[in-house]
């Protein structure tokens, strides 16, 4: 049972309560509009409180200052979800029942989180310019990382080219272009933007009574000067067709994208149905596209669908020899038919809403699972607990998930194929 509490307007504080886990977690993030003048800055920002606090100047300081905490972790949290981005962090920490006797970890642990968010080591009145510039080429690594690996540029690029006017094709940690552009000062003003500005999730999941994280939160967040401005609701997908688009780079395997759009989103009755029909297209090791195009018929290297719910997007992506595109656009196609056409045994049927169920019942397992489930159906627009998610995904019939899969349209293609 989650507990909401809003500690200021535009501040929500939401508690899990559980005494399962030895560890609890606290993240606190800052929600921003998805645009691609933000996003790059919005990933530094984190990064750069991370490098020091007024009484913490170094990492060194802030590591001893966590293993006084016996052993706390925290780190930067980024996500994009929907139309929105978070910017934030993510600690982890003892409980106070496994602590020395007279120890106490959550009070101090939210007194050095508040540190980290509020009271950054400055120069000059603004971020330091050695650290800025170090977390610029961190950030640089990671979103050239990204474009290293084959398969995550593949179905980035193809996300880009399906959402062109989409805050969706935007990548999750901007772009080069964006991040060569930050200065110290642009990132503290725009740090200090994001504390004024941002609508705040706060998530606790630990033994502590909700009205007692509260009281040690919200004394962090009195300071603030606030004039928030509130997001406007997820929405769906409604780009037109992106056609098909072709690019060429040095590789030895092909990287085939295919999109497809739905009016069926996870603020929808039938996304239990999308779930479950998505898992009997491609989700998976036992779906149509793994086991007839893959195992049977081996016209891929790999291959499988993944379902965007809070904006109504599926995505197929396979690697594949050069000369296979057109057989294997054609038979993700016709599996696709056969899905909406109900061809699929009830034994596909109980392999798929099993495999669902499984992935559901363990989010009970980790405290930080259970952040991420509840958080991220907070920010798209979902309600359900993994409970009554479960309950919907059994109720699925035959003819629930092949309505849900007719409802799939292709919108664009995209092919990643080796220099001529």
Do not use: W
């Not at 020395?100 to 959550?106: E, K, R, S, T």
């Not at 630990?206 to 939160?217: F, S």
Request: glycine share 8%; proline share 4%.
């Amino acid at each position: 049972m989650i507990q909401t509490i809003e500690l200021f307007p535009g501040i929500i504080l939401r508690c899990c309560r559980s005494d399962r886990f030895k560890q609890g977690c606290l993240s606190v993030q800052f929600l921003r509009k998805m645009c691609r003048e933000e996003a790059a800055i919005n990933a530094l920002i984190p990064a750069l409180l991370l490098r020091g606090t007024k009484s913490c100047p170094d990492l060194r300081a802030i590591t001893l200052r966590l293993d006084d905490l016996y052993g706390a972790a925290v780190g930067t949290q980024v996500r994009r979800v929907g139309d929105y981005q978070t910017t934030g962090l993510y600690c982890g920490f003892m409980e106070d029942a496994y602590a020395l006797p007279g120890d106490q970890v959550l009070e101090p642990m939210v007194a050095f989180l508040g540190e980290l968010l509020f009271c950054p080591v400055l120069e000059n009145g603004i971020f330091r310019a050695d650290f800025v510039e170090s977390e610029k080429r961190n950030l640089s690594l990671a979103i050239e990382a990204q474009r290293n690996d084959k398969r995550v540029y593949a179905a980035g690029r193809l996300l880009e080219k399906m959402c062109s006017a989409d805050s969706f094709g935007i990548p999750r940690l901007g772009t080069r272009e964006e991040e060569e552009k930050i200065t110290p000062q642009r990132a503290y003003d725009h740090y200090r933007k994001v504390l004024r500005e941002s609508p705040v999730e706060i998530f606790y999941v630990g033994a502590a009574q909700p009205e007692q994280v509260a009281a040690l939160i919200k004394p962090l967040f009195a300071r603030l000067d606030r004039s928030y401005v509130n997001l406007p609701p997820q929405t769906g997908f409604s780009d037109p067709p992106g056609g098909s688009h072709c690019e060429e780079m040095d590789v030895a395997q092909g990287r085939l994208g295919m999109g497809f759009v739905t009016d069926i989103t996870l603020r929808d009755h039938r996304f239990a149905a999308m779930q479950v029909a998505n898992v009997l297209f491609g989700g998976g090791m036992t779906s149509k596209l793994f086991m007839q195009i893959r195992e049977e018929q081996s016209l891929c290297y790999d291959i499988g669908s993944g379902y965007q719910g809070s904006k109504g997007i599926v995505t197929v992506t396979a690697g594949i020899d050069f000369d296979k595109e057109a057989a294997v656009k054609a038979q993700v196609l016709e599996l696709l038919r056969q899905c909406a056409a109900g061809e699929f045994t009830e034994e596909e049927l109980i392999s798929a809403k099993q495999a669902l169920i499984s992935q559901l019942q363990g989010i009970h397992d980790s405290a930080g699972a259970i952040e991420n489930y509840y958080v991220s159906g907070v920010l798209s627009g979902m309600d359900k607990t993994p409970e009554e998610y479960i309950r919907a995904v059994e109720k699925v019939t035959a003819e629930a998930a092949a309505q849900a899969a007719g409802t799939l349209q292709l919108h664009t293609q995209y092919f990643l194929k080796g220099v001529r």
